[in-house]
């Protein structure tokens, strides 16, 4: 399968499509199709609705929608206005849109009719313009934008933290590069069936599971993103008779656990499954293909958003190798795409030496929105970005995955910072000194997050202001973030790890916890251990 | 364990200042897949016990949850 032709930008892509196969499916959701005509006309409407509201050429644009036609098609609104994309987390408190609209310097925020109900702004005429879908359903043509490869496409936020935002600036070069490059790879073809419930404000769902079915004209189904029943996922693959999915290792086990959905589905039109974003377990790859009677349908990947998303896979159809540790490989790199691991010192080792990943090709991003430090330490060599990830690769260049960089966590696919969790959790009233880490305790859970804090009256609070301290505690990082830690725990004065010069230390938290020497009696102070 | 000691439990887990033992877990107090399995297993290292995995699609409410619970820690 050859890649596309190389369009002049993502908007291209899909008005490129839209002329080629104006009448076949692009999206499916919420019990509606939608052509390539109709979601290129739509995409035109709300470009010219953005401009009607005061967007300019190279603004940023914040979208706050979950996952439906409505985010598809503000997205492409936006590129075809000529504006920045910038897709955030949609369940996000009213507090935390304004401080990403801050970090992204955005002129118009677009969310749903709900949300616009709560927001508090704008505040008189210093805020950005707060639009809803439906204003973006009428009008007319949009002002023609220059196409410039070079120029930001989408900025993809993997930590919202104001001290150190990371808010990766794509451009439309990396993106077109990067969606070619997927396609090749993953032999991705139009009459591939996308089946995908992973969010679209986020790389995999977006860049993947949307922006690569849209250059080939292959169609999507779309699913919301909360994994509240993974039986619509399946359910969905089956009544499609999708072809392509994609999902962190812990969708995939979770399939495995749930025995209402083992075996009922009829999963045989499958042909590619990408279990990414996550370590990837190998008994998950030969349980997942067991469970639902399927052969090599199974791929790996490794891919970060600071290089778009994909940085290498495995063949389609192709076995998964493990090594002798039980580490599963993660493929080879996209064509054109460099990955090498270097040592301590800089330089690049030997083969089946391990070392940290960096990788450099036509997809790698140039920094961070606004954050010159963070963009300087990301640079290896010109065109390389580190990873901070550690890993090998074998002697014919196949790449494995070892450990992740240092203090990241990863749930269930999702990296965070813990940087941005624990300030969302110190503007807890009561909670003075706030850590997060990231555990794995072996379950079919995963990585989990984890919460320490010290109470500001930590030693005199009672059982239930404990208690209140700790669900608040939860409730703000999950209406923050969109996800609840696996524990928060309360610790007692100054037993937090520090540097001498008074850095946190998460690992030696981490540690002092899975160990066993901090526990409740030892340090946490609550909740209390029960026993039977 | 306790009725109490579990309420407890879930509010921490899923963020609610107020569960009852009828509340259903996913279309009440807006669980999660992952927090069901995460409530489990927080349950099982908690109170060292063993929840058997095809129990887990008849935990539906917080009482459900309970009377998993109450008869392997054999005390009520």
Known sequence: ??????????????????????????????????????????????????????????????????????????????????????PVFPGAAPERLLAMSRLADASVVVVTAGTAATLPWPPARSGPAVLTPADLETGGSPRPAADDVSRPCYIQFTSGSTAD????????????????????????????????????????????????????????????????????????????????????????????????????????????????????????????????????????????????????????????DVDERGVVCLGRPMPGTTVKIIGPNNVPVPAGQPGEIVVGGPSTCAGYHG??????????????????????????????????????????????????????????????????????????????????AEARAAGTASGSEMQALTVEITRAVHHNLGLKPRSTLLLHPRRMPMTDNGKLRRAALRDAFTDGSLAYGTGIVFPPALTS | MNTGEL??????????????????????????????VTIVAVIEETYHITVEEERLPFIRTVRDLAAEITPLSGSA
């Not at chain 1, 509606?32 to 190279?58: K, N, S, V």
């Not at chain 1, 439906?68 to 920045?84: H, K, N, P």
């Not at chain 1, 009561?430 to 997050?449: M, N, W």
């Not at chain 2, 407890?8 to 509340?23: E, M, N, P, S």
Request: with cysteine; aromatic share 8%; glycine share 8%.
């Open chain 1, 165 to 320: 935002p990371r808010g990766v600036v794509l451009s439309h070069r990396n993106l077109l590069a990067n969606i070619a490059q997927m396609t090749d790879a993953m032999d991705i073809t139009p009459d591939d069936v996308f089946v995908s419930w992973l969010p679209t404000y986020h790389d995999m769902g977006l860049t993947l599971m949307a922006l690569t079915p849209f250059s080939l004209g292959a169609r999507l189904v779309l699913l919301p993103t909360d994994l509240r029943d993974v039986a619509g996922w399946l359910r969905a693959i089956d009544a499609h008779r999708g072809t392509f999915t994609a999902g962190p290792d812990f969708a995939y086990r979770l399939c495995l656990r749930n025995e209402r959905v083992r075996g009922r589905f009829d999963l045989s039109s499958l042909q590619a499954c990408m279990n990414a974003a996550e370590p990837v377990r190998a008994a998950t790859l030969s349980g997942f293909e067991e469970a639902f009677g399927l052969r090599h349908v199974m791929m790996t990947g490794y891919g970060l958003a600071e290089a778009t998303l994909s940085v290498t896979c495995t063949g389609r159809g192709q076995p998964i």
């Open chain 1, 371 to 452: 954050n010159q430090a963070a963009s300087s330490a990301l640079a290896w060599r010109d065109g390389y970005v580190r990873t901070g990830d550690l890993g090998y690769l074998d002697p014919s260049g196949r790449l494995y995955f070892t450990a992740r960089r240092k203090d990241v966590i990863n749930v269930a696919g999702r990296t965070i910072y813990p940087q941005e969790v624990e300030q969302v959790a110190e503007m807890v009233s009561g909670v003075r000194l706030a850590v997060a880490v990231g555990i794995d305790r072996g379950g079919v859970e995963g990585e989990q997050l984890y919460v320490f």
């Open chain 1, 1 to 86: 399968m050859s890649a596309p032709v190389a369009a002049a930008s993502v908007a291209e892509l899909l008005a490129r499509t839209a002329r080629r196969h104006p009448d076949r499916p692009a999206i499916i959701t919420d019990g509606r199709a939608w052509t390539y005509r109709e979601l290129q006309q739509a995409a035109r409407l709300a470009a010219h609705g953005l401009q009607r509201a005061g967007l300019a050429e190279a603004d940023r644009v914040v979208i706050a929608l979950p996952n439906d036609a409505a985010f598809l098609i503000t997205f492409f609104g936006a590129l075809i206005a000529g504006a920045v994309a910038v």
């Open chain 2, 7 to 36: 309420l407890d439990l879930v509010a921490r887990q899923l963020g609610r200042h107020t569960v009852a033992l009828d509340d259903r877990l996913i279309e009440d107090l807006g669980a999660e897949s992952i927090d069901l």
